[in-house]
T-cell receptor
Framework: DAKTTQPPSMDCAEGRAANLPCNHSTISGNEYVYWYRQIHSQGPQYIIH???NNETNEMASLIITEDRKSSTLILPHATLRDTAVYYC????????????FGKGTKLSVKP | ETGVTQSPTHLIKTRGQQVTLRCSSQSGHNTVSWYQQALGQGPQFIFQ???????GRGNFPPRFSGLQFPNYSSELNVNALELDDSALYLC??????????????FGPGTRLTVL
Protein backbone atom coordinates (compact mmCIF):
# COMPACT_ATOMS: atom_id res chain seq x y z
CA ASP A 1 0.00 0.00 0.00
CA ALA A 2 1.04 3.56 -0.64
CA LYS A 3 2.56 5.37 2.33
CA THR A 4 1.11 8.70 1.25
CA THR A 5 -2.27 10.40 1.45
CA GLN A 6 -3.35 12.99 -1.11
CA PRO A 7 -6.65 14.73 -1.82
CA PRO A 8 -8.39 13.05 -4.75
CA SER A 9 -8.90 16.25 -6.72
CA MET A 10 -8.10 19.97 -6.78
CA ASP A 11 -8.90 22.90 -9.03
CA CYS A 12 -6.63 25.82 -9.84
CA ALA A 13 -7.11 28.94 -11.94
CA GLU A 14 -4.73 29.39 -14.84
CA GLY A 15 -1.81 31.64 -13.92
CA ARG A 16 -2.22 31.08 -10.20
CA ALA A 17 -0.02 28.91 -7.99
CA ALA A 18 -1.13 25.32 -7.50
CA ASN A 19 -0.31 23.92 -4.07
CA LEU A 20 -0.66 20.14 -3.84
CA PRO A 21 -0.44 18.65 -0.33
CA CYS A 22 0.78 15.20 0.64
CA ASN A 23 0.85 13.45 4.00
CA HIS A 24 3.50 10.82 4.70
CA SER A 25 3.48 10.46 8.46
CA THR A 26 5.26 7.07 8.47
CA ILE A 27 8.18 8.13 6.29
CA SER A 28 11.53 6.62 7.27
CA GLY A 29 14.74 8.57 7.66
CA ASN A 30 16.27 7.28 4.43
CA GLU A 31 13.17 7.71 2.27
CA TYR A 32 12.90 10.52 -0.23
CA VAL A 33 9.70 12.30 -1.23
CA TYR A 34 9.18 12.07 -4.98
CA TRP A 35 6.59 13.75 -7.17
CA TYR A 36 5.50 12.52 -10.57
CA ARG A 37 2.61 13.58 -12.75
CA GLN A 38 0.72 11.71 -15.43
CA ILE A 39 -1.14 13.35 -18.24
CA HIS A 40 -3.92 11.16 -19.63
CA SER A 41 -2.59 7.82 -20.95
CA GLN A 42 1.02 8.99 -21.05
CA GLY A 43 3.93 7.71 -18.95
CA PRO A 44 4.48 9.38 -15.56
CA GLN A 45 6.73 12.44 -15.74
CA TYR A 46 9.29 13.04 -13.00
CA ILE A 47 8.87 16.47 -11.38
CA ILE A 48 11.06 16.80 -8.31
CA HIS A 49 12.29 14.99 -5.19
CA UNK A 50 13.77 15.83 -1.82
CA UNK A 51 14.94 14.36 1.46
CA UNK A 52 14.85 17.09 4.11
CA ASN A 53 15.47 20.45 2.51
CA ASN A 54 13.14 22.38 0.27
CA GLU A 55 13.92 21.93 -3.41
CA THR A 56 13.24 23.96 -6.53
CA ASN A 57 13.74 23.24 -10.21
CA GLU A 58 12.41 24.63 -13.47
CA MET A 59 9.10 22.82 -13.04
CA ALA A 60 8.17 23.19 -9.40
CA SER A 61 9.10 23.71 -5.77
CA LEU A 62 8.91 21.09 -3.04
CA ILE A 63 8.36 22.16 0.55
CA ILE A 64 8.95 19.47 3.20
CA THR A 65 7.96 20.10 6.80
CA GLU A 66 10.64 19.93 9.44
CA ASP A 67 9.27 16.67 10.87
CA ARG A 68 9.07 15.30 7.28
CA LYS A 69 5.53 14.06 7.85
CA SER A 70 4.07 16.13 5.05
CA SER A 71 5.06 18.06 1.97
CA THR A 72 3.63 20.44 -0.62
CA LEU A 73 4.33 20.58 -4.32
CA ILE A 74 4.04 24.08 -5.71
CA LEU A 75 3.52 24.87 -9.39
CA PRO A 76 4.13 28.64 -9.33
CA HIS A 77 2.11 29.65 -12.41
CA ALA A 78 -0.23 26.84 -13.44
CA THR A 79 -1.15 26.50 -17.12
CA LEU A 80 -3.79 24.36 -18.81
CA ARG A 81 -1.02 21.89 -19.72
CA ASP A 82 -0.45 21.23 -16.01
CA THR A 83 -3.81 19.43 -15.82
CA ALA A 84 -2.81 15.90 -14.77
CA VAL A 85 -2.80 13.35 -11.96
CA TYR A 86 -0.04 14.18 -9.49
CA TYR A 87 1.52 11.37 -7.47
CA CYS A 88 3.43 11.85 -4.23
CA UNK A 89 5.64 8.84 -3.45
CA UNK A 90 8.05 8.04 -0.63
CA UNK A 91 10.92 6.01 -1.99
CA UNK A 92 14.14 4.51 -0.78
CA UNK A 93 16.54 3.61 -3.56
CA UNK A 94 17.42 0.36 -1.85
CA UNK A 95 13.84 -0.86 -2.28
CA UNK A 96 14.82 -2.30 -5.64
CA UNK A 97 12.97 0.08 -7.82
CA UNK A 98 9.55 -0.35 -6.30
CA UNK A 99 7.81 3.00 -6.63
CA UNK A 100 4.47 2.56 -4.89
CA PHE A 101 1.87 4.75 -6.53
CA GLY A 102 -1.31 5.68 -4.69
CA LYS A 103 -4.34 7.24 -6.35
CA GLY A 104 -2.77 10.70 -6.62
CA THR A 105 -4.44 14.08 -6.93
CA LYS A 106 -6.27 15.00 -10.11
CA LEU A 107 -5.38 18.66 -10.70
CA SER A 108 -7.66 20.55 -13.05
CA VAL A 109 -6.36 23.93 -14.21
CA LYS A 110 -9.21 26.09 -15.45
CA PRO A 111 -9.08 29.20 -17.66
CA GLU B 1 20.20 12.85 -24.49
CA THR B 2 17.73 10.17 -25.64
CA GLY B 3 14.76 9.47 -23.40
CA VAL B 4 13.11 6.14 -22.62
CA THR B 5 11.39 4.59 -25.61
CA GLN B 6 8.94 1.69 -25.77
CA SER B 7 7.54 -0.43 -28.55
CA PRO B 8 4.99 -1.12 -29.77
CA THR B 9 2.67 1.75 -28.85
CA HIS B 10 -0.45 -0.38 -28.99
CA LEU B 11 -1.01 -4.12 -29.18
CA ILE B 12 -4.06 -6.35 -29.38
CA LYS B 13 -3.82 -10.02 -28.42
CA THR B 14 -6.25 -12.81 -27.63
CA ARG B 15 -6.50 -14.75 -24.40
CA GLY B 16 -3.86 -17.49 -24.10
CA GLN B 17 -1.38 -15.84 -26.43
CA GLN B 18 2.09 -14.61 -25.52
CA VAL B 19 3.40 -11.05 -25.88
CA THR B 20 6.79 -9.33 -25.82
CA LEU B 21 7.13 -5.63 -25.03
CA ARG B 22 10.36 -3.72 -25.54
CA CYS B 23 12.06 -0.83 -23.79
CA SER B 24 15.18 1.19 -24.54
CA SER B 25 16.77 2.91 -21.55
CA GLN B 26 17.66 6.55 -21.34
CA SER B 27 21.26 7.20 -22.32
CA GLY B 28 23.63 6.49 -19.41
CA HIS B 29 21.15 4.42 -17.41
CA ASN B 30 21.83 0.82 -16.38
CA THR B 31 18.60 -0.22 -14.64
CA VAL B 32 15.12 -0.88 -15.97
CA SER B 33 11.88 -1.25 -14.01
CA TRP B 34 8.55 -2.39 -15.42
CA TYR B 35 5.10 -1.36 -14.21
CA GLN B 36 1.53 -2.34 -15.08
CA GLN B 37 -1.20 0.32 -14.97
CA ALA B 38 -4.80 -0.84 -15.19
CA LEU B 39 -7.42 1.68 -16.23
CA GLY B 40 -8.13 4.19 -13.47
CA GLN B 41 -5.35 2.87 -11.19
CA GLY B 42 -1.82 3.94 -10.38
CA PRO B 43 1.10 1.97 -11.84
CA GLN B 44 2.05 -1.27 -10.06
CA PHE B 45 5.64 -2.51 -9.90
CA ILE B 46 6.27 -5.75 -11.81
CA PHE B 47 10.07 -6.14 -11.56
CA GLN B 48 13.42 -4.43 -11.96
CA UNK B 49 16.49 -5.51 -13.93
CA UNK B 50 20.06 -4.50 -13.16
CA UNK B 51 23.15 -5.95 -14.83
CA UNK B 52 20.95 -8.34 -16.78
CA UNK B 53 19.49 -9.93 -13.66
CA UNK B 54 16.18 -9.50 -11.86
CA UNK B 55 16.79 -7.20 -8.91
CA GLY B 56 13.37 -7.09 -7.31
CA ARG B 57 9.85 -8.27 -8.09
CA GLY B 58 6.34 -7.20 -7.23
CA ASN B 59 3.29 -9.40 -6.73
CA PHE B 60 3.05 -10.78 -10.25
CA PRO B 61 2.93 -14.45 -11.31
CA PRO B 62 5.84 -16.20 -13.04
CA ARG B 63 4.17 -15.90 -16.44
CA PHE B 64 5.46 -12.31 -16.30
CA SER B 65 9.15 -12.52 -17.12
CA GLY B 66 11.82 -10.21 -18.38
CA LEU B 67 15.23 -9.81 -19.89
CA GLN B 68 17.84 -7.10 -19.87
CA PHE B 69 20.46 -6.96 -22.59
CA PRO B 70 24.11 -5.79 -22.44
CA ASN B 71 23.08 -2.42 -23.90
CA TYR B 72 20.63 -2.10 -20.96
CA SER B 73 17.53 -2.36 -23.12
CA SER B 74 14.86 -4.70 -21.80
CA GLU B 75 11.94 -6.93 -22.69
CA LEU B 76 8.82 -7.83 -20.77
CA ASN B 77 7.27 -11.16 -21.71
CA VAL B 78 3.80 -12.25 -20.66
CA ASN B 79 2.68 -15.83 -21.32
CA ALA B 80 -0.84 -17.25 -21.32
CA LEU B 81 -2.48 -13.85 -21.55
CA GLU B 82 -5.60 -13.24 -19.48
CA LEU B 83 -8.26 -10.59 -19.96
CA ASP B 84 -7.06 -8.83 -16.79
CA ASP B 85 -3.64 -8.33 -18.36
CA SER B 86 -5.16 -5.54 -20.45
CA ALA B 87 -3.33 -2.46 -19.24
CA LEU B 88 -0.74 0.21 -19.97
CA TYR B 89 2.73 -1.27 -19.49
CA LEU B 90 5.36 1.23 -18.45
CA CYS B 91 9.09 0.97 -18.48
CA UNK B 92 11.30 3.24 -16.37
CA UNK B 93 15.06 3.56 -16.51
CA UNK B 94 17.45 4.76 -13.83
CA UNK B 95 21.09 4.73 -12.84
CA UNK B 96 22.20 2.44 -10.03
CA UNK B 97 25.64 3.44 -8.80
CA UNK B 98 25.64 1.67 -5.45
CA UNK B 99 23.02 -0.11 -3.37
CA UNK B 100 20.46 2.53 -4.18
CA UNK B 101 18.57 3.32 -7.37
CA UNK B 102 18.43 6.88 -8.56
CA UNK B 103 15.43 8.69 -10.02
CA UNK B 104 13.32 6.64 -12.45
CA UNK B 105 12.33 8.14 -15.80
CA PHE B 106 9.36 6.62 -17.59
CA GLY B 107 8.69 5.85 -21.20
CA PRO B 108 5.39 6.55 -22.96
CA GLY B 109 4.05 3.04 -22.35
CA THR B 110 2.59 0.21 -24.41
CA ARG B 111 -1.19 -0.19 -24.37
CA LEU B 112 -2.03 -3.92 -24.38
CA THR B 113 -5.56 -5.08 -25.04
CA VAL B 114 -6.42 -8.74 -24.48
CA LEU B 115 -9.62 -9.97 -26.15
Amino acid sequence: DAKTTQPPSMDCAEGRAANLPCNHSTISGNEYVYWYRQIHSQGPQYIIHGLKNNETNEMASLIITEDRKSSTLILPHATLRDTAVYYCIVFYGGSQGNLIFGKGTKLSVKP
Amino acid sequence: ETGVTQSPTHLIKTRGQQVTLRCSSQSGHNTVSWYQQALGQGPQFIFQYYREEENGRGNFPPRFSGLQFPNYSSELNVNALELDDSALYLCASSLMTGPDTDTQYFGPGTRLTVL
